[in-house]
């Protein structure tokens, strides 16, 4: 495998024997890296957001765990 960057472009080279997810992975994760140094958010901010997430989900999906009220 030969990993190049020309510019603002990285290229990777590689042989038939690479399997494509795995490198699809690796990227997909180098992904995450880049999103994660870019926030500016802070822990409370995560916290109220997964709250308000938990909360939405909650109302949207309850009637599929709670029984029907007679």
């Known amino acids: 495998m030969v990993i190049t960057r020309v510019?603002?472009?990285?290229?990777?080279?590689?042989?038939?024997?690479?399997?494509?997810?795995?490198?699809?992975?690796?990227?997909?994760?180098?992904?995450?890296?880049?999103?994660?140094?870019?926030?500016?958010?802070t822990e409370e901010q995560a916290a109220e957001l997964a709250r308000q997430i938990d909360q939405s989900w909650w109302q949207a999906n309850k009637a599929r765990f709670l029984p029907l009220s007679w």
């Not at 472009?9 to 992904?31: E, G």
């Open 7 to 41: 510019d603002q472009t990285i290229l990777i080279q590689a042989s038939d024997s690479v399997i494509m997810q795995a490198i699809q992975k690796l990227i997909d994760y180098i992904n995450v890296l880049e999103i994660t140094a870019q926030n500016q958010g």
